[in-house]
């Protein structure tokens, strides 16, 4: 059983935009709070932007004011627009939906239990 489908990945030359959407099924959506990870070949998964049920929203520094995470409850969906990509943003990202919110340094992946496919994000300069 599929609960979370991520879309909107691609290819893009650096100070592009792309936005990824995270369709969900109506029971993952009511966790406390989702997320957007990425995550590099040979690397640890990182957190890149979480957001509550209330709409409060956090993110990791390296993407502040250029990253917008973002839900509509009436699809439900989570989004995460990525304005002004630099190479190093390049990385697979995937949704997920759980309890870690707003939490000092994080969101953490150990907090999150449900996971998408994940879709690949490439920034060429």
């Known amino acids: 059983q599929v609960q979370l489908v991520e879309s909107g990945g691609g290819s893009v030359q650096a100070g592009g935009s792309l936005r990824l959407s995270c369709a969900a099924s109506?029971?993952?959506?009511?966790?406390?709070?989702m997320a957007w990870f990425r995550q590099v070949p040979g690397e640890e998964r990182e957190g890149v932007a979480v957001?509550?049920?209330?709409?409060?929203?956090d993110y990791q520094e390296s993407v502040k004011g250029r990253f917008t995470i973002s839900r509509d409850n009436a699809k439900p969906t989570l989004y995460l627009q990525m304005n002004s990509l630099k190479p190093e943003d390049t990385a697979m990202y995937s949704c997920a939906a759980g309890w870690g919110c707003m939490v000092t340094g994080g969101p953490y992946a150990t907090d999150f239990g449900y996971w998408g496919q994940g879709t690949q994000v490439t920034v060429s300069s």
């Open positions: 109506e029971y993952v959506y009511r966790q406390p709070c």
């Open positions: 957001i509550d049920r209330t709409g409060s929203t």
